[in-house]
């Protein structure tokens, strides 16, 4: 199945010039830190199946976009929004997703194996740390048979969670908001 939904993606320029320009802009707005280019915003966006290996889409905005089977394999998307999106059956192993928001992401069956939703560091214009932090929201997400394989969940609010069968072991959800999370199966254990 793996190998099947790799040779099934679509690489970016095949997805239109609209969106390999928006993704091409955030990019160089990424880069420059805001100097070029411009901020992705890409609600409502079909993706499906997608190649987005190793794109960087931090801060970008995909709400209630369609990444449904997308490729996000190592991708940087580090405070993007992402609430609402549909990311069912989407790879998003070894994603970086610190401070991302996936309230209400539908991640039914996707692969979230070694992904960051730890908090992201806050810092200032200049790029110097703050000293604080902004939490992963995951808030009402639907993480159903989700591969969560030593994914690193520490401070990630995952209030009101569909978590039922999905695959917890190694997670990191040290200082995780679990209030009214579902689970049925495997439990995660703290560490």
Request: proline share 3%; hydrophobic share 40%.
């Amino acid at each position: 199945a793996k190998l099947g939904s790799a040779c099934l993606t679509r690489p970016i320029d095949s997805m239109g010039s609209e969106i390999q320009r928006a993704i091409f802009d955030h990019e160089r707005w990424i880069d420059s830190v805001g100097q070029r280019g411009e901020r992705a915003d890409l609600d409502g966006t079909d993706l499906s199946r997608a190649d987005l290996r190793g794109v960087n889409l931090s801060a970008a905005s995909l709400r209630g976009a369609n990444l449904s089977d997308a490729a996000l394999t190592g991708a940087r998307l580090m405070m993007a929004d992402l609430s609402g999106a549909n990311l069912e059956h989407a790879n998003l192993m070894g994603a970086d997703l610190c401070g991302a928001n996936l309230s209400f992401a539908r991640l039914t069956g996707a692969d979230l194996t070694r992904v960051n939703l730890g908090p992201a560091e806050i810092k200032d214009p200049s790029g110097r740390p703050t000293g604080r932090s902004w939490a992963a929201n995951l808030m009402g997400a639907d993480l159903r048979q989700a591969m969560l394989t030593d994914s690193r969940m520490v401070q990630a609010n995952l209030t009101d969670a569909d978590l039922e069968n999905a695959d917890l072991d190694g997670a990191d959800l040290t200082g995780a908001k679990l209030q009214r999370a579902h689970f049925k199966g495997k439990a995660p254990r703290r560490r």
